[in-house]
């Protein structure tokens, strides 16, 4: 007889115990005053205008007093166990490589070629990405992972780079 009741006595106890929790939220508080200050008419808009905030262009779009550096193109790069997949050919001037770990190891990306050689500044774990800026000059490069014996392994490959477009 007793089990009979425990349920219902349970849930009654449960609901007492919540609507005793509740707090009543003063939201007059909250709300901001509803006098103004302001001394021009909100809703006057200029007939040569066609809404009331002006069209700002982005930071990125003013005029700027350094000169203009040559825009960078973007290629992306996937380091798998034990190979690279990139283009084959690329314009010389500024390039970003996108770099993605796409394998099960860690790996990383060195550009050697053309007296220069970059490389990431950090392995990169199963699923992350990177960027390498390198400023390619017409010639032969060869792309390869620094890590633990995986160029040995046949994970590089070579590039071309022609005079730029």
């Known amino acids: 007889m007793c089990r009979r009741f425990a349920l219902p006595l349970a849930l009654c106890l ?18 901001p005053p509803k006098t103004s200050t302001t001394t021009v ?20 779009s003013l005029p700027s007093s350094r000169p203009a550096a040559a825009a960078a193109s ?7 166990e034990y190979s690279i997949h990139m283009q084959p050919s690329y314009a010389a001037g ?3 490589f996108a770099v993605a770990n796409a394998g099960k190891e860690n790996h990383g990306l060195v550009i050697e070629g053309n007296g220069s050689q970059v490389k990431l ?14 400023d390619l000059k017409p010639g032969t490069y060869t792309a390869w992972c620094p890590v633990d014996g995986h160029k040995a392994k046949g994970m590089l490959t070579t590039f071309t780079v ?4």
């Open 14 to 31: 449960v609901t007492s115990l919540v609507a005793a929790c509740k707090k009543e939220v003063d939201y007059s508080q909250a709300t």
């Open 41 to 60: 008419d909100p809703q006057h808009v200029p007939e040569s205008s066609t809404s009331m905030n002006p069209v700002v262009p982005p930071q990125s």
């Open 74 to 80: 973007q290629a992306q790069v996937d380091l798998l």
């Open 94 to 96: 500024p390039q970003v």
């Open 121 to 134: 500044a950090n392995e990169l774990a199963r699923g992350d990405r990177s960027t390498l800026s390198v």
């Open 162 to 165: 022609g005079n730029a477009h």
